[in-house]
């Protein structure tokens, strides 16, 4: 099952990216529906979360029971500067994460799977878990680039 969630993980990115690259310039800095983030925003949404993301797989498999910091992604484009940022720097970004983090969980122990953090709002996660969470919140979003 875990090793299912991996590969939809790594193929829910590749596909992710592929799309995101075939946006045309003159339309990824538009909006897919009127008052939703443009498909830029979304684009730099995906390689920062990817970020949080990360630090929680490495956190659950290197410390006992870790405290997951929740994100507040309605202050990521302000905060972290959307408007000026590269598309192509943040789908490299969320490629590299990916491969990264995958090449990190092939290799763990079964049992590692089962290692727990505590989420401020969701309570104790698995590592599974999150992985799952993280593969759903990218499908989500290559949803919204795809309308």
Known sequence: MTKEILHQFESATKEFCSYARAISPNKVNTSPKEGEWSHAYVIHHMADSDAHFAVRFLNILSVDSPAII?????IFPTAL???????????AAIENSCAHMVDILKQIAPADWNRTGIHAERGKLTLSEILQLTTNHRVGHLDQLKQ
């Open 70 to 74: 929740p994100f507040d992604e309605e």
């Open 81 to 91: 500067h959307y408007p000026g940022r590269s598309v192509e720097v943040s789908i």
